[in-house]
Nanobody, 122 residues
């Protein structure tokens, strides 16, 4: 079992920045790919970024160059640094863990956090 708890969401103006955190626990946490997903009202959940234990990362085209995923293995914490935020980034952001090989497909992830809301105003 893996438990995930997100934090760091909030409201920000367009062009601003936020850093999301995801605290992970569980005996097999280190064997999973970790990822961030987001879901806006009325839309499907979409992958944002993923990272392997050894640091390999993948990003959705919509966030490349603006978002950065990282992890601190000593603290068992996943991060998502979000810069140059846009109103279309507004969504609930979820942390997830799974043996996905980095693919940003929700069905490949077994464990999910409760989500943290990000709202970007124009």
């Amino acid at each position: 079992q893996v438990q995930l708890v997100e934090s760091g969401g909030g409201s920000v103006q367009a062009g601003g920045s936020l850093r999301l955190s995801c605290a992970a626990s569980g005996s097999t946490y280190s064997s999973y790919w970790m990822a961030w997903f987001r879901q806006a009202p009325g839309k499907e959940r979409e992958g944002v970024a993923s990272i392997a234990e050894r640091g390999t990362t993948k990003y959705a085209d919509s966030v490349k160059g603006r978002f950065s995923i990282s992890q601190d293995n000593a603290k068992n914490t996943l991060y998502l640094q979000m810069n140059t935020l846009k109103p279309e980034d507004t969504a609930m952001y979820y942390c997830a863990a799974g043996r996905s090989w980095g693919w940003l497909l929700p069905h490949l992830y077994d464990y999910w956090g409760q989500g943290t809301q990000v709202t970007v105003s124009s």
